[in-house]
């Protein structure tokens, strides 16, 4: 079931047996339940005196006293009635008798008299002590009914719809929201807390809950929205809804109006009671959307944390004094030395080799100018021994 369908789902009327929608219900201040009373009122014949009751309580709490002295008065003019038909009665049997013995009959209608108005006084203080006793035990009774509607106003015209309606709103939602997994308790309105903590599931997952606030009051109060923002505190909750008969003043709109000063991190829907199931249905996307986004940074935050911890075992291991990081650039900068000591070496030998070389270099030019001479002295030597021999 949609929620369009879960709303808009028909009745029929006890009366005129034509089909009505729970929007019009609503607007009228129905549900489907108390039409199915009213109709079991009509069964049962018993809906004039429903009708005549309520009349009853609404005179008591419109003007108790005025009703009070409808009361009396009417009780006072029905014994006022019945004296007066007795005294008629007796006027007229009496006339026939003065006219049937003429002066004979002067003296019993004197004696007649006397006793009439002895027994007129008499039943004067009868009447009156009847009546006070009538009106101590009508005043006893009109008190204990005074008491019990006064009982029933302060529950359906208080600050709180009331656990009845409350469980109207639950069947409601729950109705309008069927295909899902959600759950309603208004296990802590009785503890003076949240009228309503809804529960809000999907794919198994729960995603968190709204607060519901129910306001049946003709008037708007401003601590409505405090009240509601305690709640949502005490429940843990983001997200809220207050529904009730009137809007504030500054509403933009008749039936939804989302105020602009809402706490930080929280929304709210102030609603007319007709429309609840639609505003949950728009904050319960909402929770859904959170849940998951929520879901998303706590993946988020925990890979970054998990870098961030790799990252502070780095820097642990590179700041430790006595940590193999340490000891590695140690070796580095001893390797260093080492590399520059072995190449001053180098260029020491270098030089020591070059200098020899050119040592030895010189050595063997003068080895060879040497060689030279002598070779030029051997041919000397032979010319001169070649000479001597020719001659």
Not at 90 to 107: L, V
Not at 334 to 356: H, P
Request: one cysteine or more; a negative charge; charged letters at 25%.
């Amino acid at each position: 079931m949609t929620v369009s369908e879960g709303i808009e789902r028909a009745a029929t009327c006890p009366i005129c047996q034509s089909n009505v929608d729970r929007l019009s219900l609503a607007r009228v201040g129905l549900s489907i339940e108390e039409l199915t009373d009213l109709e079991e009122y009509v069964k049962t014949g018993n809906i004039k005196d429903i009708l005549n009751i309520a009349k009853i309580a609404m005179q008591w709490l419109g003007n108790p006293e005025k009703t009070n002295v409808q009361l009396q008065i009417k009780s006072l003019e029905q014994c006022i009635h019945q004296k007066f038909t007795q005294i008629s009665e007796k006027m007229m049997k009496w006339g026939s008798e003065i006219s049937e013995r003429g002066d004979k009959g002067t003296g019993n209608v004197v004696r007649d008299l006397t006793t009439m108005r002895n027994d007129l006084l008499r039943e004067f203080h009868d009447a009156t002590r009847t009546i006070t006793q009538d009106r101590i035990d009508m005043m006893r009774e009109l008190n204990d009914v005074k008491q019990g509607i006064t009982a029933i106003s302060t529950r359906i015209a208080g600050t709180g719809i009331g656990k009845v309606s409350e469980k109207a709103l639950i069947t409601d939602l729950k109705s309008a929201v069927s295909n899902t997994g959600d759950s309603f308790s208004d296990e802590h309105a009785s503890k003076q807390g949240t009228d309503i903590v809804c529960t809000v599931r999907d794919k198994g997952r729960d995603c968190g809950k709204i607060s519901i606030s129910v306001k049946d009051t003709k008037q708007w109060e401003s601590n409505f929205i405090a009240q509601l923002n305690k709640n949502m505190r005490d429940d843990g909750t983001r997200l809220g809804i207050l529904a009730t008969r009137i809007l504030p003043a500054d509403s933009l709109h008749q039936q939804i109006y989302v105020p602009p000063d809402c706490e930080v991190g929280k929304s709210i829907i102030f609603v007319k009671l007709e429309y609840v199931a639609l505003a949950y249905f728009a904050l319960r996307q909402v929770a859904i959307h959170l849940f998951e986004t929520q879901q998303i940074l706590d993946v988020k935050d925990a890979e970054t944390d998990e870098a961030m911890n790799a990252f502070k075992l780095l820097m642990m291991y590179i700041n430790d004094p006595n940590g193999g990081f340490q000891q590695t650039v140690s070796h580095i900068d001893q390797t260093i030395k080492d590399a520059e000591d072995t190449r001053n070496c180098l260029t020491q030998i270098r030089t020591y080799v070059n200098t020899n070389i050119d040592k030895s270099i010189k050595f063997q030019n003068s080895i060879e100018k040497n060689l030279n001479q002598a070779k030029a002295l051997i041919w000397k030597l032979r010319e001169l021994l070649n000479g001597d021999s020719h001659q």
